[in-house]
Every structure is written in structure tokens, then in C-alpha cells.
């Protein structure tokens, strides 16, 4: 019986943004029914309705994540990475504002960190509208084409931030076993020494020892050491330290993004990857807290600025 009231009814209850989340948290097309059971039996959604619904909503979400106006942030700090994501590399970039807030503003899919795609990928968020001319503070993980990129697009303006903890890490990796802890714990507490000068000088005395046990790994703490010590050598607040130091920020987005994308089963072409990593993107936003003593970032800003000419 064709009833005017189950007509209105399937009008009004569309799927939308609900079904989004709901599928971008790990809730498959096959699954609906059971979750969404009441609506199901109300409306007798099919599995291709509800992979329609979700392209069509995935692909406003990308549109939207793409074009943000980033000019009303004001970006004190930007970490770049790049992961092995929905079955390629994909580098993401999370912007953290002078109030703390973490931000991710943009992605790019390419098979490696070379320069040339991430050159790209900064200067559009340059025409985005995003501030750097009183200095930004950019955490990577030491890869060349990531520098280079960072060098060609912010200039002087940019204050490099090596990742301690992948220094450390591939560091250790050259050693014996019998040595990996302790030098571990060496290199960690250089690192968390407040004085430039204090860090450098156990950093080197780490050298001088490393020379006699495995040359391949005294090179390898030698490599870009300084950007290590971007923080020490600007004085950064020790406050604000555990948050720039590394790139644990944005491997902590990756690993949450890594969940939601781990649900899908194909992966069919790069449109799908791409709404599917601007929606996950966009919903761990949503939920992600301030950085830890954001309070101090007024120092912050104050310190590059001063240090822009130096």
C-alpha cells in the first residue's frame, strides 16, 4: 500500500553526514543494515544507495578540506610526514595555531617525500593564505626532499626542527645490540638537556665514543645534528619542547587515520583515497586537543620573530 506518509517519511530521512562518520569510523556498506536497522527497515536502503550516499558526502568533504581559507589561522608551527596510506605515501601536513590547536590542511599522494610534490604542496598552501613572515617552525623527519621543499617555499622564515626521536632511532640502528640501550638513554638525555651548549657537548662526547664502536653510526648522529638542536639553539620554552622536538603529533594522526583507512577492503583509484583521507582527516579533527602548555606559544612567536634576521 503506497502510503502518503511512508513517501514524506523517505523524503525527509536522506542519508547524509551521519552515514559519512558513521562509515569513516569503520562501519562497512555491508554493516549498515545492522547498525542503521531502524532506517534500513524504514526505508530499504540497498548496499549501492548507501556507497552512492557515502561517495557523494566524501566527495563535499574534499572539496571543503581542500579550499579552507587557512588565512584566518595563525600558524606558529607545521609537522610534515609521509605514510604508507590506503595502499600508497601519502604526506600530510598538520598545522598547530598560536592557540594550540592542531589542524590537518592539506595531503598530497606521491610514491616518495621527493621535493618537487611537496614543493607543490606548500606553496598552494602558501595561496591558501597561509602566514609565515614572522617565522613558522616546521618538525620533520630529516628526509631530504622534505628540506629542500621546506627551504624553496618558506625561505629564511622557516625554522627547521629535525625529529629527535628518528635521529636517535637511526642512530641506534647501526649498533650491536649489546650497545643500543645505552646509547639510547645517552642520546635521549643530551637531547633533554635545556642549554644548546650542554646538548652539543654530550651529543659530542657521544660521537667520540661511537668512533671506536661503529663509524657508519657516528656519521649517521653527525648528519643534520644542528636542525636537531633548532630548539635548544632558538631557547625555546623546555614547556613547548616535548611538543616540537619530534614529529609524534602527526605520527599519532597518522596511526588514527591508519585505522580508518585499514577498513577498507579495495582500494579502487586515487579519488577514492583521497575522500576517504580528507573525510578521516577531518572527523579525527574534530577531536583532536590542544598542544600541551599552548600558553607559552606567545614566547614562541616572539622568539622566531626576533631570530628572523639573525
Not at 595531503?107 to 621527493?114: G, S
Not at 622534505?146 to 625554522?159: Q, T, Y
Not at 651529543?203 to 653510526?217: D, P, Q, R, V
Not at 648522529?221 to 636542525?227: A, S
Amino acid at each position: 500500500i503506497n502510503l502518503p506518509e511512508y513517501k514524506e517519511l523517505n523524503q525527509q530521512q536522506e542519508p547524509g553526514e551521519d552515514l559519512l562518520k558513521a562509515l569513516v569510523k569503520g562501519v562497512s556498506t555491508r554493516d549498515y543494515k545492522e547498525v542503521f536497522h531502524h532506517i534500513a527497515q524504514g526505508l530499504g536502503l540497498s548496499d549501492s544507495q548507501v556507497s552512492e550516499a557515502f561517495k557523494q558526502e566524501s566527495s563535499q568533504k574534499l572539496k571543503e578540506f581542500q579550499h579552507r581559507d587557512l588565512s584566518q589561522h595563525d600558524f606558529v608551527g607545521l609537522m610534515i610526514d609521509g605514510k604508507y596510506l590506503a595502499r600508497e605515501q601519502m604526506i600530510i601536513v598538520l598545522g598547530i595555531t598560536s592557540e594550540g590547536f592542531k589542524i590537518p590542511i592539506d595531503f598530497i599522494q606521491a610514491t616518495t617525500e621527493h621535493h618537487r610534490p611537496i614543493h607543490e604542496l606548500l606553496a598552494n598552501l602558501k595561496e591558501r593564505g597561509i602566514s609565515f613572515e614572522e617565522g613558522i617552525l616546521i618538525s620533520i623527519d630529516g628526509a631530504k626532499g622534505l628540506r629542500k621543499a621546506v627551504e624553496d617555499v618558506f625561505g629564511h622564515s622557516a625554522f627547521i626542527q629535525r625529529c629527535q626521536w628518528h635521529k636517535r632511532e637511526n642512530v641506534i640502528s647501526y649498533l650491536p645490540e649489546k650497545y643500543q640501550d645505552h646509547y639510547k638513554r645517552r642520546i635521549q638525555n643530551a637531547y633533554q638537556k635545556e642549554a644548546y651548549s650542554e646538548a652539543k657537548q654530550e651529543l659530542e662526547a657521544i660521537s667520540e665514543e661511537l668512533k671506536t664502536i661503529n663509524k657508519s653510526a657516528e656519521r649517521s648522529l653527525w648528519e643534520g645534528l644542528e636542525e636537531t638542536l633548532t630548539l635548544h639553539r632558538l631557547e625555546i620554552p623546555m614547556e613547548l619542547r616535548s611538543t616540537f622536538a619530534t614529529t609524534n603529533c602527526i605520527e599519532n594522526l597518522n596511526s588514527q587515520l591508519g585505522k580508518y583507512l585499514g577498513k577498507v577492503k579495495r582500494w579502487r583509484n586515487s579519488d577514492q583515497r583521497e575522500r576517504w583521507v580528507a573525510a578521516g582527516l577531518m572527523e579525527i579533527e574534530t577531536k583532536m586537543r590542544r598542544i600541551s602548555n599552548y600558553k607559552k606559544l606567545s614566547e614562541l612567536k616572539l622568539i622566531m620573530k626576533n631570530n628572523l634576521h639573525k
